[in-house]
């Protein structure tokens, strides 16, 4: 399949890093401006989103948190910002496609999505006013799906988006999401952070850690586009949506500003980006804590270890694992070489032990 095809048809199903289980299907990238295929239904039910109130009697006005939501003047911060958001437009063997972007700085960076550029022959941003505008792609990393272009400061004046942090963002914040969905430039949506922490599926089928969860509605062409908090500082990229229809839901994902930060040196400097790589499939255990290993890669880390399909992980690096993610985010903490200790339970409760597992490097794809 090719690569605009992937990007159309791409459902991202939450996989594990090196493994996480599947609480729902249907997630899709938010950069592509069609969709060919019917998406997947929800294999189990999507996460709640943040509590909206309920229209109130033959009135149909709205009350509680959704009226104060739909009354929020963003009027002032759009103004201040819009001008750093950008359309960007591929061309590839294929034909091409659409998504966003925001300026990152006055050297002419800006930052996007990996799936928006993937293999694209030619890039161009597109600003708010003025004709389009050459960009290269500098670095991209699928693992994240960030990408990096550059465009030539001379081209057209910058308006720079600050960058916030989302270490500190708490479940009901406001969010502010523009972009262009469906080529529809200079789009604002607005919300709340329905949930942080979430892991989402990178197009390289690994895990992407710390995603921010909204309500703001983020479409087809959203991808690469900023989700803003009040003050209008970056605080996530935003990348996917879950739904059953292709469109939103009310379920966005945006990668958190924060993992950005961390590559965005060797995004600059055109460096692939080493990862840990544990080479295992887990699921959530049906009963009790822990993580039950679906499938182990032949010749990896894992397999290499000792470890086997069936086995449930219960701890691993010191710390006990309660689920799924606990596993991929022990690993991503760590680096290629580094060796940690699983304790596993093989065959029932009474048969449990310690392997000692030296990590790999990621591979470009997951298998």
């Known amino acids: 399949m090719n690569a605009d095809a992937r990007r159309s048809n791409f459902l991202a199903a939450l996989l594990g890093a090196l493994a996480v289980a ?4 249907g997630l899709a990238l938010a950069g592509v401006f069609d969709s060919d295929s019917e998406p997947a239904p929800a294999s189990a039910p999507a996460p709640a989103p943040a509590a909206s109130s309920e229209r109130s009697g033959s ?13 929020t003047d963003v009027s002032e911060l759009y103004e201040r910002v819009s001008k750093g958001v950008v359309s960007v437009e591929t061309t590839t063997a294929a034909g091409g496609g659409t998504g966003s972007g925001f300026v990152l700085d006055e050297d002419g960076y800006i930052l996007t999505n990996e799936h928006v550029v993937e293999d694209a022959e030619s890039v161009r941003v597109r600003f708010s006013e003025g004709a389009p505008v050459t960009a290269r792609v500098v670095g991209a990393d699928a693992s994240s799906d960030l990408a990096l272009l550059k465009i030539d400061p001379d081209d057209h004046a910058l308006t720079p988006l600050p960058l916030g942090s989302s270490k500190t963002l708490k479940v009901g914040q406001p969010a502010i999401a ?9 789009t604002v949506t607005t919300g709340v952070i329905s949930a942080v922490g979430r892991p989402i599926r990178s197009p390289n089928n690994f895990t992407i850690e710390n995603a921010i969860q909204t309500d703001a509605a983020i479409n087809p062409g959203n991808s690469g586009g900023p989700l803003l908090d009040a003050s209008g500082r970056v605080i996530g990229i935003n990348a996917q949506i879950a739904s059953t229809s292709g469109a939103n839901d009310g379920v966005g994902f945006a990668i958190a500003v924060d993992t950005a930060k961390d590559i965005l040196p060797a995004l600059k400097e055109g460096r692939k980006i080493k990862r840990p ?9 049906r009963t009790g804590t822990g993580a039950v290993v679906a499938a182990v890669v032949p010749g990896g880390p894992a397999d290499d270890a000792g470890l086997r399909a069936g086995d449930r992980i219960v701890a691993i690096a010191g710390r006990s694992v309660t689920q799924s993610a606990d596993v991929s985010s022990a690993v991503s903490a760590r680096k290629p070489g580094d060796e940690v200790e699983i304790r596993i339970r093989r065959r029932g409760a009474d048969d449990e032990r310690t392997l000692r597992v030296t990590l790999g490097t990621r591979p470009e794809r997951a298998t």
């Open 22 to 25: 599947v609480p729902f299907g």
């Open 59 to 71: 009135s149909g006005e709205r009350s509680g948190s959704t009226a104060a939501r739909a009354a």
């Open 178 to 186: 523009i972009g262009s969905p469906f080529r529809l430039a200079g």
């Open 277 to 285: 790589y544990l080479g295992v499939t887990t699921g959530d255990a």
